[in-house]
């Protein structure tokens, strides 16, 4: 089984330009998530879906769009690079909401540098 | 503010040795509490979740303790080995909530 598979691995950016991270698992989950995670801290959330056609805002959305295509797929855009967003974004997905969300399963991560 | 603690921040250890990681957390209302392996390169993978009512959960060779009362949490790792080199990270979950909140983690190196 593959799990939660990200595209791309890797990606260099300029200040500025736009790129989509994508993320699809195969568990037939509910809940996905994307995160970034930054030297000597914990992984945040950007953004969270519920299920299909629903998302809401994390603990650090500013910059970011998401869409959840299809229960399988929910990708992360950034419409305008920055330094700042220089990060490795990992996608998630569990089964279960809230108290009864289960556990996570991460993707292998995509590693963004913004010039 | 809901926060997790881990301590240390790195740990260099001998292969065959045990080791515990420590996780403070001041997360409230409290809903469970997760360790996680995460491989240099690789995304994190759960080792253990535990709930309000249990207070001690093992997989293998890990063993994670909870105290509730103190909001304490211990990882335990019995005889180590070079594979268990990683980053440990602490997760605690509120109540009625999607949101995790995650420890910055603990880096360790079993050396040969």
């Known amino acids: 089984n593959a799990g939660v598979t990200q595209t791309p691995k890797f990606q260099v950016l300029k200040t500025g330009q736009s790129m989509t991270l994508q993320c699809a698992q195969d568990?037939?989950?509910?809940?996905m998530y994307w995160y970034r995670q930054d030297p000597g801290m914990g992984l945040r959330l950007i953004y969270y879906s519920a299920s299909e056609g629903t998302t809401d805002k994390g603990e650090v959305p500013n910059g970011y769009n998401v869409s959840r295509l299809n229960k399988r797929e929910f990708s992360l855009r950034l419409e305008s690079a920055a330094p700042s967003q220089t990060s490795v974004y990992f996608c998630a997905s569990s089964e279960g909401q809230g108290r009864r969300t289960g556990e996570l399963f991460f993707g292998e991560g995509s590693r963004l540098t913004v010039l | 503010k809901n926060q997790v603690e881990q301590s240390p921040q790195s740990l260099i250890i001998l292969e065959g040795k045990n080791c515990t990681l420590q996780?403070?957390?001041?997360?409230?209302?409290?809903?469970?509490l997760r360790w996680y392996k995460q491989d240099t390169g690789r995304g994190p993978v759960s080792l253990t979740i535990m709930t309000f009512s249990e207070n001690t959960k093992s997989n293998g060779r890990y063993t994670a303790t909870l105290d509730a009362d103190t909001k304490q949490s211990s990882l335990h790792i019995t005889a180590s080995q070079l594979s268990d080199s990683a980053s440990y990270i602490c997760?605690?979950?509120?109540?009625?909530?999607?949101?995790?909140?995650f420890g910055s983690g603990t880096r360790l190196l079993v050396r040969p």
């Open positions: 997760v605690v979950s509120a109540d009625s909530s999607y949101k995790l909140i």
């Open positions: 568990m037939n989950h509910n809940s």
């Open positions: 996780c403070n957390y001041t997360v409230s209302p409290f809903s469970n």
